[in-house]
Every structure is written in structure tokens, then in C-alpha cells.
């Protein structure tokens, strides 16, 4: 039994590859350390890399997912053997990729097509989790009704949104950014695999996915580049909202154990909304508050009044669906996992 990780240099291919090397799969990474292209060589991944390959269950390919060919030499080395495949390679920023909007696509659509479409040839029983984000909802959560309070913007309690956005939402008539786009793309993609050709595929659209291993840069990592900023008394600087923009943020081990549930009981097709849900949501303001009470450092921050484009005010993922699907629940809250990410700094 085979596991394919995408991006298994990264945040959440490092975790999974760890937690299924646990559960006593051979694990396959696929990654070229395109972070270090993207964000710059204090962002590289390298590092991880040498850490995965200790394990003597792990094999490493530094292959570019944009390349059909190099791919399918995986897959017909491996064929029926793999098991699952865990898409989590990507293009992961809105500014980037206004950059250079042909990476951002080819990589987070094209790179997509290129898996789903080897797994239907070699693979067609294996399960395919394509790691999507909230992002596919465009600006559409910023119409809420929301109020501004001390530190952050909420929703009112009788709102049907309270406990977050549900799949229902949705993804049309809205600005995305490029990334969103791109996003999307790959999002429908691998719908469409499941629904129409057959394949088992879940598509997790996931808020701020955060923990120790994330390699944090200024223009990708929210939580972890906060606590780097902080630590290493970097200027951070917030981007609209007063700073008062609310986020869930779920801790990676946490997203690929719900990941494991889902390939013990794959659908096809499936969408599911993933975060830390309302108990582990925090605005900017909220989080440097956390960061500073364990960190006794101050932080460092301006606030810009212009937000980023596409950018949510709110969000909070609504985690009902998963909750009457699987047998699944968070382990670490948001103290938790910051206390942890500064644990990784100081």
C-alpha cells in the first residue's frame, strides 16, 4: 500500500507524510521546493526534506507537477499499489500570483488535471484528496452582516453563519483574486473526477492551515510568519480591516487525521468546508495579543488601510458536515498550536 503526497516538503505533505508512515503506509513525496522560487531561500523546504528522508518508508521525487510525463513515470511504477494520493502541491498566495499568473495556473489547475487524470489511467481505485481552499468563495463571505467590535468583526448570534460557512455558499458572481481562481479550477477538477468519471475524491476547502513545520514568509503563513516576526523582531505589517479580519486556523495534524477518515470512508466528488471552526478563530489584533502573552516580546506591526484584493473580512468554517460524515474532531486549539509554533522559535 502506496501513499502519493504532493508538496510532501510543505506544511501539511510533511505532516502527512509522518501520520501515514504512522498508520504503516510506504509514503511516495513529490516536491521541488518551489516555496524557495516563490517566497525567497529563507522560505526553502530543504530542510524537510532531509528530515523525511530519514524514515525508511519514505521515497522522494523532485518532480514539478506541471510536467505530465515526469509524473506518469510515478504512476506506472506504482499502478494499483497506490492507495491514496494526497494532493497538497500549490501556488498558495494571492500576491504572487498576480506575478506571474501563468505559474499560479498551471500549477494549482494544470498540475491537478495532470493527477487526476494519471490516477484514472493507473489508479482508479485509489482515493485523491485535493487540498483546496476557502478562497474558491471569492470576496462573497465580505456581503455578511458584520459588526466591528473591540477586536475583531463579528456576526450576529441568529445568523445562519454563526458557527461559519457551510458548502452551501456560493462560488460565483464574486472577486476571487488570480489565486482563487486557480484554486478553483483545481477544486472543480477534481469534483468533476469523482461525479462524472467516477473517481474517489474529496476536495477539503481549508481556512488557515498552520503548525511548527510551517516553512512562514511574509506573503504566505499567517500564524507562523506572525510568531517569526515577533520572535525575530521583524516589522509586520497588516494589510485592511484595522486588523480586525477574523480567521479559523486548524492545526495540520488535525486536517490530515480528518484526511485518514475520509479515506477510510471516501465519497465521490465530495466538498467539504475545513477549519478550526469558531472555538479556534482569532483576528490579526487577537492573534499578537496570544503571541505576546507567551512570547513577552511586543510586536512590531502597522496597518495599512487598503486590503488585499479578494481578501475576507470573516471567516469561519462550518464544520457540520464533517462532524455528520466522519467520526472526527480537533485535537489542538489555538493556544495550543501557537504555543507550539513558538516553541519552534524560541
Not at 504512522?22 to 521546493?33: A, E, P, Q, S, T
Not at 501563468?102 to 484514472?120: P, S, V, Y
Not at 467590535?149 to 454563526?162: C, F, L, P, V
Request: charged content about 25%; some cysteine; hydrophobic content about 35%.
Amino acid at each position: 500500500m502506496i501513499a502519493l503526497v504532493t508538496g510532501s516538503q510543505g506544511l501539511v505533505g510533511s505532516e502527512a507524510v509522518k501520520f501515514l508512515i504512522n498508520k504503516g503506509l510506504d509514503v511516495v513525496g513529490i516536491d521541488n521546493d518551489k516555496r524557495k522560487y516563490f517566497f525567497g531561500e529563507e522560505a526553502s523546504t530543504k530542510n524537510i526534506k532531509k528530515e523525511l528522508l530519514k524514515y525508511k518508508k519514505y521515497k522522494h521525487k523532485s518532480i514539478d507537477i506541471r510536467s505530465y510525463n515526469g509524473l506518469e513515470k510515478i504512476f506506472k511504477q506504482y499502478g494499483k499499489d497506490i492507495t491514496l494520493i494526497i494532493h497538497a502541491a500549490a501556488q498558495p498566495s494571492h500576491d504572487w500570483a498576480i506575478k506571474e499568473p501563468l505559474t499560479d495556473f498551471n500549477i494549482n489547475a494544470t498540475g491537478t488535471l495532470n493527477l487526476l487524470e494519471l490516477t484514472k489511467i493507473y489508479s482508479n481505485q485509489a482515493v485523491f484528496i485535493q487540498v483546496s481552499t476557502n478562497k474558491v468563495y471569492g470576496d462573497t463571505p465580505n456581503r455578511l452582516p458584520l459588526k466591528e467590535k473591540e477586536t475583531r468583526y463579528e456576526i450576529d448570534t441568529s445568523h445562519n453563519y454563526y458557527y461559519g460557512i457551510d458548502e452551501t455558499m456560493s462560488i460565483d458572481n464574486s472577486t476571487h483574486s488570480l489565486f482563487g481562481v486557480s484554486k478553483c479550477a483545481g477544486d472543480l477538477l477534481a469534483q468533476e473526477y469523482g461525479r462524472n468519471i467516477g473517481l474517489k475524491t474529496g476536495i477539503f476547502r481549508a481556512g488557515c492551515i498552520t503548525g511548527p513545520n510551517h516553512a512562514g514568509a511574509e506573503l504566505h503563513g499567517f500564524l507562523n510568519y506572525l510568531v517569526k516576526a515577533n520572535v525575530e523582531k521583524i516589522p509586520y505589517t497588516i494589510y485592511g480591516y484595522k486588523g480586525k479580519q477574523v480567521r479559523d486556523n486548524i492545526h495540520s495534524y488535525d486536517l490530515i487525521n480528518c484526511f485518514w477518515h475520509f479515506y477510510e470512508l471516501p465519497q465521490k466528488g465530495e466538498v467539504y468546508n475545513i477549519g478550526g471552526g469558531r472555538d479556534n478563530s482569532c483576528s490579526i489584533l487577537e492573534a499578537v495579543n496570544i503571541i505576546e502573552d507567551y512570547t513577552k516580546v511586543k510586536m512590531n506591526y502597522t496597518i495599512k488601510e487598503q486590503n488585499r484584493i479578494g481578501d475576507h473580512q470573516w471567516y469561519i468554517s462550518n464544520l457540520d458536515k464533517l462532524y455528520t460524515h466522519f467520526n472526527w474532531k480537533i485535537k489542538y486549539t489555538l493556544k495550543e498550536t501557537i504555543k507550539e509554533i513558538v516553541g519552534r522559535y524560541k
